[in-house]
Nanobody, 122 residues
Framework: QVQLVESGGGLVEAGGSLTLSCAASGRTFSSLVMGWFRQAPGKAREFVAAITRGGGPTYYSDYSDSVKGRYTISRDNAKNTVTLLMNRLKPEDTAVYYC????????????WGQGTQVTVSS
C-alpha cells in the first residue's frame, strides 16, 4: 500500500507562484509513476501533470493544456517526493490538488493523497 501526503497549498494572488510537495511511503518510490490532479468546486477531478517512474536522471512528463508552460512537475527519488511548481497562477487554478501514484504509465492512478487546497485571488 502506498501512502501519499501533500503539502504546500495556500492562498496566493493571481500571477504568483506556489510549490506543492507530495511525500510517498510504503513502496519503492522510483517504481511509481507520479501525478497531480485537481478538483474545483462543482467540477470533476481533472488531470494536471504526471511524471514517469525510474531511476533518472531523465524523466518524461505530461501536462494538461491548461497548465502547460506554467507548471513543472519533478521528482526526487532520494527524498521520496514529487513536486509541482506552479507559476503565473490564475483564479481558475483554484482547486483542491491531489497527489496520485500508479504502477505503470498506461494504468489509472490508484493511490491518492488527501489533497491540499490552493486558492488564487484575483
Amino acid at each position: 500500500q502506498v501512502q501519499l501526503v501533500e503539502s504546500g497549498g495556500g492562498l496566493v494572488e493571481a500571477g504568483g507562484s506556489l510549490t506543492l510537495s507530495c511525500a510517498a511511503s510504503g513502496r519503492t518510490f522510483s517504481s511509481l509513476v507520479m501525478g497531480w490532479f485537481r478538483q474545483a468546486p462543482g467540477k470533476a477531478r481533472e488531470f494536471v501533470a504526471a511524471i514517469t517512474r525510474g531511476g533518472g536522471p531523465t524523466y518524461y512528463s505530461d501536462y494538461s493544456d491548461s497548465v502547460k508552460g506554467r507548471y513543472t512537475i519533478s521528482r526526487d527519488n532520494a527524498k521520496n517526493t514529487v513536486t509541482l511548481l506552479m507559476n503565473r497562477l490564475k483564479p481558475e487554478d483554484t482547486a483542491v490538488y491531489y497527489c496520485a501514484a500508479s504502477s505503470r504509465w498506461s494504468e489509472p492512478f490508484h493511490y491518492w493523497g488527501q489533497g491540499t487546497q490552493v486558492t488564487v485571488s484575483s
